[in-house]
T-cell receptor, first 114, second 112 residues
Framework: DTAVSQTPKYLVTQMGNDKSIKCEQNLGHDTMYWYKQDSKKFLKIMFSYNNKELIINETVPNRFSPKSPDKAHLNLHINSLELGDSAVYFC?????????????FGSGTQLSVL | QKEVEQNSGPLSVPEGAIASLNCTYSDRGSQSFFWYRQYSGKSPELIMFIYSNGDKEDGRFTAQLNKASQYVSLLIRDSQPSDSATYLCAVAPSGGSYIPTFGRGTSLIVHP
């Protein structure tokens, strides 16, 4: 069973469209994240969310919004897609707020905006 | 702005040699330090973490931490072609909002 699953794996769309990427974890983890990885492999935090608080990286455009219907899901909605949004988006989760706890990553979603 | 710096490489080493990967960080409040390996087209996977000054060894991998110098490194002994990947350094604060900050990664190529 996949621990952190993302769908779709590939997403090709036109500029201006609105799209969503889904993420689900079956590990019972408390915290979930969205990271964006650009073409140069730079993995940049976008959002951190647990059942108590949402932390937003201030550099993320407000066209991006996380939606968490429950503890196991953190979906990413993107409005008015732009060329610069093309990247690989990784969802990740972490069990609890303890030192040394690793992140469990999903397999990534390759977004291409044409 | 919390920053994690890595040389992007590529770092090329012959099979059997020691590969040395380096990382510096700006936030003195950082408490946890990680090395992730990422193969092309795959997601990052954790290979080492360290939070105390000194060395930590796990098989062919050794992580080294020097908090005074804000420096963390990864040594890979007896490098194999299968070690060829991008190595991401990640740093996290203690408590509070635990958000690991990643470096840009170092590309390692191990040639036969």
């Amino acid at each position: 069973d996949t621990a952190v699953s993302q769908t779709p794996k590939y997403l090709v769309t036109q500029m201006g469209n609105d799209k969503s990427i889904k993420c689900e974890q079956n590990l019972g983890h408390d915290t979930m994240y969205w990271y964006k990885q650009d073409s140069k492999k730079f993995l940049k935090i976008m959002f951190s969310y647990n059942n108590k608080e949402l932390i937003i990286n201030e550099t993320v455009p407000n066209r991006f919004s996380p939606k968490s219907p429950d503890k196991a899901h953190l979906n990413l909605h993107i409005n008015s897609l732009e060329l610069g949004d093309s990247a690989v988006y990784f969802c990740a989760s972490r069990p609890r707020q303890e030192r040394g706890e690793k992140l469990f990553f999903g397999s990534g979603t390759q977004l291409s905006v044409l | 702005q919390k920053e994690v710096e890595q040389n992007s490489g590529p770092l090329s080493v012959p099979e059997g040699a020691i590969a040395s990967l380096n990382c510096t960080y700006s936030d003195r409040g950082s408490q946890s330090f990680f090395w992730y390996r990422q193969y092309s087209g795959k997601s990052p996977e954790l290979i080492m973490f360290i939070y105390s000054n000194g060395d930590k060894e796990d098989g062919r991998f050794t992580a080294q931490l020097n908090k005074a110098s804000q420096y963390v490194s990864l040594l890979i002994r007896d490098s194999q072609p299968s070690d060829s990947a991008t190595y991401l350094c990640a740093v996290a604060p203690s408590g509070g909002s635990y958000i690991p900050t990643f470096g840009r990664g170092t590309s390692l190529i191990v040639h036969p």
